[in-house]
């Protein structure tokens, strides 16, 4: 039987793509992996510092709380082709939102904030003690599992892998 459902393409998007989306997309891999569900999750950002890495605290966060962001991830710069790529994108306030809609206007349908489901905008932790990063991590984590239950729900995802928890 022919299944109907492609594997999704599932984008975080942040300003810069070192603080909220490299958080929330390793919080979204872990949250796929531990489903059986199969995804292509990456981040980038509207202003993202090319080839940087995530910033400290963000890795010491994810560490600390078992989900290490893969230390391979470097900042980079949305692109038309990632737009296209992407089955859902995720941003963390509306003022994101706004910008995809200007830059990128055929996203708009497929564009949602992370912490829609919860009422929260998801602030920008840089430049910020190490206190703000956890509590946006906290903000991310909820979005992600939130945003998880609902993807499945609505069947984005097809079957599950065999041998998943």
């Not at 603080?19 to 929330?24: D, G, I, K, T």
Request: with cysteine.
């Amino acid at each position: 039987m022919f299944n109907a459902v492609a594997t999704p393409t599932l984008l975080m998007m942040c300003t810069g793509n070192v603080c909220r989306s490299p958080m929330a997309e390793a919080l979204l891999l872990q949250q796929i992996t531990k489903k059986g569900l199969e995804a292509m999750v990456f981040s980038r950002g509207f202003s993202a510092p090319i080839g940087r890495a995530p910033h400290p605290y963000a890795i010491e966060v994810a560490t600390r709380r078992g989900v290490p962001i893969d230390s391979s991830k470097r900042a980079g710069l949305i692109s038309r082709v990632d737009i296209n790529l992407a089955s859902v994108i995720f941003v963390m306030d509306s003022g994101h939102k706004r910008e995809m809609q200007q830059r990128f206007p055929t996203a708009t349908g497929k564009t949602f904030l992370l912490g829609q489901w919860s009422g929260e905008e998801i602030p920008d932790p840089i430049n910020q003690p190490l206190e703000v990063f956890e509590r946006t991590w906290e903000f991310c984590e909820a979005g992600v599992r939130t945003w998880v239950e609902r993807l499945v729900d609505a069947g984005m995802f097809g079957k599950t892998r065999a041998g998943a928890a």
